[in-house]
């Protein structure tokens, strides 16, 4: 127990530790290439200016980036005006200098428009178009049958699916969600027949798409911007100023070529926001070095939860076999925690702890219980009664007959358990990439992002070595903790 105290100790000043430095600018983005070439080109552009910056890729949708905007977990990112007025500020309609007078308010500032607007459509492939006789999105009412296939924050937004079904009265079913760049796939390969896009996305002439005409002028105007917090202004002067210095430089035209560039051509998008720059940036760290602090990254996931999970989990163990009826307590509430699902923890944590390392530390942590806590139990209960009787017997107090009698003989039912958590860990701390917390799932994300196999490998494969890994060392442990007679 002393040594999990001072585990947690350290794993507690190892998360506060970045607070005590100088911290850089932090710019977020969403997890679509555009948001990621856009927090690239501001991060860039403010080290260009002489400030530090730091780029926190990938991190989410509207809701996670805007909530760390306003928390101060990042200073800075890429938005659109029609998302605020329809989903953030719930202002449809508003004017620019209305959006801008209420982010104000709430301590936000926003830059003019980027020089592009980037609104939703619906495509469908040009030949299935065309034998349908479909111009316009008012057409898609007279086919029911279509096959429509939506990202999912689409299908929830008021601008979204709900709002432009209820507005054209289509009779379909928007259907379940999927990943934005899935459904180009899926659109092309002929399962589905009607996507969502965004009008900058480089698949429209790519796959040869129609977008179908908006006759009721349903969208509206995302004009591109950044987001900023206002107290940026002192702070880091300069760094508000280079985003200021940004806008009315990217038009359409161009959006689509970086777009295009990095979706289709694979150049890395911190690449692409350097041409784009016109500045040179060092040449990205070859697979071998980002593997190595990805491992890391994910090592200090697992290694401070399942820390916790063995500091709390062993005690409950503990109290559930010594106290029955309490004990029943214990062990559903921890089985209730592992069936809510993971990425639901993930985003919940986010308004208790914000992004970063702390709530995937504390998901993966609740994750990690139910094996330690129900292996304990199990372990401690499985020991036959004339052993236990024996002690007492022999006057043993009760702490005494835990550490010398129950727990050793209980250990491989008990180290089971930590095995189990910490197997459960490795795989479960891939979705740690979407809060911002970094390890093996930063390369999946991407990968599925861009269709890069190699990059899924580069996540997928050392994640599954290392949960061998972790078991072959718990395999060994095990038996180098149990005496030869017991082996």
């Not at 890729?57 to 029609?82: C, F, H, K, M, Q």
Request: hydrophobic share 50%.
């Amino acid at each position: 127990m002393r040594r999990g105290v001072r585990w947690i100790a350290l794993a507690l000043v190892l998360l506060a530790a970045p607070a005590w430095s100088a911290a850089p600018v932090r710019v977020g983005s969403k997890v679509f290439t555009e948001g990621v070439i856009l927090g690239e080109i501001a991060t860039q552009a403010v080290g260009e200016a002489g400030v530090a910056a730091e780029h926190l890729r990938g991190l989410g949708g509207t809701a996670v980036l805007w909530s760390a905007l306003r928390r101060g977990e990042i200073d800075a990112y890429a938005e659109y005006t029609g998302t605020l007025a329809q989903e953030v500020l719930k202002m449809p309609g508003a004017s620019r200098d209305a959006l801008a007078a209420a982010l104000a308010a709430q301590g936000i500032a926003m830059t003019p428009s980027l020089g592009f607007s980037n609104t939703y459509a619906l495509g469908m492939r040009r030949e299935r178009a065309q034998a349908l006789g479909i111009d316009g999105i008012d057409d898609l009412a007279a086919h029911r049958g279509l096959r429509l296939g939506f990202s999912n924050e689409f299908l929830d937004r008021a601008d979204g699916w709900p709002g432009l079904r209820t507005a054209y009265a289509l009779p379909q079913d928007g259907g379940n969600g999927l990943d934005h760049d899935l459904a180009y796939r899926a659109l092309a390969s002929g399962d589905l027949d009607v996507i969502d896009l965004y009008a900058t996305d480089a698949e429209i002439p790519y796959y040869d798409l129609v977008v179908l005409a908006d006759a009721r002028g349903f969208f509206p105007d995302y004009s591109a911007v950044y987001l900023y917090r206002l107290d940026l202004r002192t702070r880091a002067p300069a760094a508000a100023a280079a985003l200021e210095a940004l806008a009315g430089r990217i038009d359409a035209d161009a959006m689509r070529r970086l777009n295009a560039a990095a979706k289709l051509e694979r150049v890395p998008e911190p690449q692409v926001a350097a041409d784009w720059l016109g500045i040179d940036i060092a040449a990205g760290a070859g697979r071998g070095a980002r593997i190595l602090g990805r491992t890391g990254e994910h090592l200090a996931l697992v290694g401070a939860s399942l820390v916790l999970a063995i500091a709390i989990g062993l005690p409950l163990g503990v109290l559930a076999a010594r106290r029955p009826h309490l004990g029943q307590g214990v062990l559903a509430l921890t089985g209730l925690l592992q069936t809510l699902p993971s990425l639901a923890v993930f985003v919940f944590m986010i308004p208790l702890l914000g992004i970063g390392a702390a709530p995937a530390i504390a998901a993966l942590f609740l994750y990690s219980l139910l094996p330690i806590v129900r292996n304990t139990h199990a372990g401690l209960t499985g020991i036959p009664r004339p052993l236990r009787e024996t002690a007492a017997v022999i006057g043993l107090p009760p702490r005494a007959r835990l550490w010398r009698i129950e727990l050793p003989l209980a250990r491989a039912s008990i180290l089971a358990g930590i095995k189990t958590a910490a197997v459960i860990d490795i795989g479960t701390a891939t979705l740690g990439a979407l809060i911002g917390a970094g390890g093996y799932g930063q390369p999946i994300l991407t990968g599925i992002r861009l269709d890069d196999m190699g990059l899924i490998l580069e996540g997928a494969v050392p994640a599954a070595l290392l949960a061998l890994a972790a078991q072959g060392l718990f395999e060994l442990l095990e038996r180098r903790l149990t005496p030869r007679g017991l082996r």
